[in-house]
C-alpha cells in the first residue's frame, strides 16, 4: 500500500515538473514574443513617423501646387473676362460695320443704277469733245494764216514818253535846294542821265537820289522816259528856258 503510494506520488512529482517545465517554456516563449512584438511596434512606430513625415511634406506640397493652381485659375478667369469684353466690343462693332455695309449696299445700288446715265453723258461729252478737237484744228489752220501774214508786216516800234506835265509858276518859284538846282543845271548843260549817273555825281544814296528825282519829275522840273530801265530824266523845254534865262540875268 505504501509502494503504491509512493509510486503515484513520484508520478505526481513527474507531472508536476513536467508542468513547471512546460509553464516555464511558455513563459519564455511569451516573454519572447512579447519582446519581438515590442521591437515590431517600435519599427512599425518609426516607419509611421517616417511615413506621416513623408505625407506631410506631400500635403506642403500639394497645397503650394493648389495655390499656384488656384493664381492660375484667377489669371485665367481675368483673361476670360477680358477676352468676353472685348468679344463683347467685337460684337458692336461687326454689327456697325454690317450696317454700314448695308448702307454701302443701298448706295452702291444707286451708283449702278446711274451708271447707264452716266455713260450716255460720257458719251455726249465725248461727241462733243470730238467736235472741239475738229473745231481747234480749224482754229490751229486759222491762227497759222494769220501768223504767216503777220510776219509779213514790218513793226514799227514806238517810243514810249511819259506825257510832259506841265510847270506851274507857283512850283518854280517855291524854293530849291541847292542839290536839286545843281541837278537841274547839270541835266540842262550835259543832257538826259539815269539815276545812277546823277547819284555818280551827287555824292548822294540811291534811295536819296531816287526820291530827289522823283521828287523834282512829280513836281513837273523833269521828263522821265520810260523805255528803257533805269529811266533817264531830262529837263523839260520850259525849265530849261528858265534855267538859261537865270545864267543871263545872273551875268
Known sequence: ????????????????DILLILVGMLSAAT??????????????????EKAREVVEDIILSFNRQLKQE????????YRVHSISSKSDNALSKAEEVDKQLHMLEAKLSGVVEDKSRMLARLEEVDR?????????????TKVSTIEEQAHRITAIPETKVEAVIPIKRDKVMAPLTDTEIAVLEMLAMEGSKTAPEIKERVKLSREH????????YEEGYLERDTN????????????????????????
Open 1 to 16: 500500500m505504501s509502494h503504491a503510494s509512493s509510486h503515484v506520488n513520484h508520478r505526481v512529482m513527474f507531472l508536476t
Open 31 to 48: 516573454v519572447s514574443a512579447a519582446v519581438e512584438y515590442y521591437r515590431q511596434l517600435r519599427r512599425v512606430q518609426k516607419e509611421y
Open 70 to 77: 488656384e493664381g492660375k485659375l484667377e489669371t485665367v478667369a
Open 128 to 140: 462733243k469733245l470730238r467736235d472741239v478737237v475738229a473745231s481747234h484744228k480749224t482754229l490751229n
Open 209 to 216: 537820289t531816287a526820291r530827289l528825282m522823283k521828287k523834282l
Open 228 to 251: 528803257k530801265i533805269p529811266f533817264r530824266y531830262s529837263v523839260k523845254k520850259e525849265m530849261e528856258k528858265l534855267l538859261k534865262k537865270t545864267e543871263s540875268e545872273t551875268a
